[in-house]
């Protein structure tokens, strides 16, 4: 069977969302109405984005194309085309990649090179302790030489305030916690957003200049500074209550969330169907992304099962796949009981006597129907199959935990305290010829103008952020090169001492 997209003229208003979004450019407006090219591969984008529901899809015998079985689309694609990721064409009737694979050459070793990296790959000393200067005009607090592995190393270092700044908090847990956009607040004060979802995590952004420069914009640095030193903070976000440290499983109204998911619905079959499929007729793995139907998906038709007729509670994205609908059940979706995953038993495949097996991605809860004659559905006890495949996706699932980046810009104060001449610091750090760390911890440098960093700040050599009423957080920062680089940019020589010399009269720490 093949797919072809039919238009319903008398529905279609020609508001061109199927044209714009068309991923091989098949859609096209002829006398203000939808019309599908010959080039369409079937991937059905247009029939689920299509606002009055005037495309629909209609299953015919014969192919005229080559069918792509490397995603769930299954794009149908037509004699020299691409399918919708442009990544797999159709050569004389076979699919085949598009593109060459791509290697990188081999780089003969350079030792100096080595050597050099080695050495800058640590600060000398840290900028925590480290105390602040002001104004912009002073130079740092600690300008220090030493020489490491016979490389002259230079490390600058200060107790930097930053304005522009936040933490972008990572919480592994399919619960629902809000949606992204929502604001989250602590004491009933706004301190970040819920920015987005990612592979069993969700992401919250903490603080930023806008949001400190409200008037109670302290509480959000103050929020940064607690979270980054691995207190416990307590959030809300809208109909939920967080609490949270960094390093610990995230508490989400009232509850700790122990382990996060394998993968999606789709993913987990795909990963254990071979297990899974001991286990009952159909099995149904529940999830707020994508819950997925076993027989039905492809890794079903993979391990030779034939759809059996049980369609899960879900909007149909591709074979198997449904999207799930988020709330407060099983798997992070709306559904409480395991009976309602089942949206519809098919009257025609489905047989009294037959088993369905309702799983959560984490393994943590289970549940075995039996169709019974009147094609209702009755639990049953769960079979040693059915706890062993749970026990088989749970170990699979990694503890939760909450953990932290810092993001932040070095501007005016951070830069002149290093050299006379900051654009030629930024031009450097850009280059990687100057290492930029916080506290010990590697930063990574986004790319584009200014120096903007992202940092772990359970790397650090010491928790240790603080913030101040301006309000901004205040943050160890270091910079470390070649002394002959220092001397480049316009370092502040005349300040530049042996690291011995001066950490003389200072109390110290040493960290490994």
């Known amino acids: 069977m093949a797919r072809r997209i039919v238009v319903n003229r008398d529905k279609c208003t020609g508001c061109g969302i199927c044209v714009r979004n068309c991923p091989v450019q098949a859609v096209s407006l002829v006398e203000g109405k939808a019309s599908i090219g010959e080039n369409c591969v079937g ?3 247009c029939v689920r984005m299509c606002p009055l529901e005037a495309l629909t899809v209609e299953e015919v015998e014969k192919p005229k194309a080559a069918k792509c079985f490397h995603c769930p689309v299954e794009c149908e694609i037509p004699e020299g085309r691409l399918g919708a990721c442009k990544r797999y064409t159709n050569v004389n009737g076979r699919i085949e990649l598009a593109e060459p694979l791509v290697v990188p050459r081999k780089k003969p070793l350079n030792v100096e090179e080595a050597v050099r990296e080695k050495a800058l790959s640590r600060p000398l000393l840290t900028g925590i302790g480290a105390g602040t200067t002001y104004p912009d005009l002073n130079p740092a607090p600690y300008i220090v030489e030493d020489q490491v592995d016979s490389v002259d190393v230079v490390t600058v270092v200060s107790e930097t305030p930053l304005s522009y700044c936040g933490l972008i908090l990572k919480i592994d847990t399919d619960r629902n916690i809000g949606r992204e956009g929502d604001p989250v607040k602590r004491e ?18 903490i603080g930023g200049v806008n949001t400190f420069i409200q008037k109670l914009g302290a509480v959000a640095a103050r929020t940064v500074v607690d979270l980054a030193n691995g207190e416990t903070v307590p959030l809300e976000t809208p109909n939920h209550k ?22 999606c619905g789709s993913a987990t079959v795909g990963m254990f169907g071979d297990v899974l499929k001991e286990v009952a007729d159909e099995v149904i793995v529940v999830d707020h992304h994508i819950t997925a139907a076993l027989s039905e998906h492809a890794a079903g038709r993979f391990l030779g099962l034939t759809p059996k007729g049980v369609i899960p509670r879900g909007r149909k994205s591709t074979p198997g796949r449904y999207f799930g609908f988020p709330g407060e059940g099983w798997g992070g979706t709306d559904i409480r009981e395991p009976e309602q995953a089942v949206a519809k038993l098919d009257p025609e495949k489905v047989k009294p006597g037959m088993r369905i097996f309702v799983v959560e991605t984490t393994g943590s809860r289970g549940a075995l129907l039996e169709v019974q004659p009147d094609l209702s559905l009755k639990r049953v006890e769960l079979t040693e199959k059915a706890r062993e495949a749970m026990r088989l996706i749970a170990e699979n699932c990694e503890r939760s935990r909450v953990s932290a980046m810092l993001i932040a810009g070095l501007g005016g104060s951070a830069r002149r305290g290093v050299t006379r001449y900051p654009l030629k610091l930024n031009e450097a750090v850009h280059r990687g010829l100057v290492k930029v760390s916080i506290g010990g911890a590697p930063a990574y440098i986004m790319p584009g103008g200014g120096i903007t960093f992202l940092a772990d700040v359970e790397k650090m050599a010491r928790r240790r952020l603080h913030w101040t009423p301006t309000p901004a957080i205040i943050a160890p920062v270091e910079y470390t090169m070649e002394r002959r680089l220092y001397e480049a940019i316009g370092g502040h020589l005349q300040a530049l001492k042996p690291l011995k010399e001066a950490l003389k009269g200072r109390k110290v720490e040493y960290v490994d």
Do not use: A, F, H, W
């Open 188 to 205: 009933g004060v706004k301190v970040g957003t819920i920015i987005m979802e990612q592979y069993g995590s969700k992401l919250l952004q």
């Open 43 to 45: 991937c059905t984008l």
């Open 242 to 263: 967080l609490e949270l440290m960094v390093g610990k499983p995230p508490v989400i109204d009232g509850e700790m969330d122990e382990r996060m998911r394998v993968g």
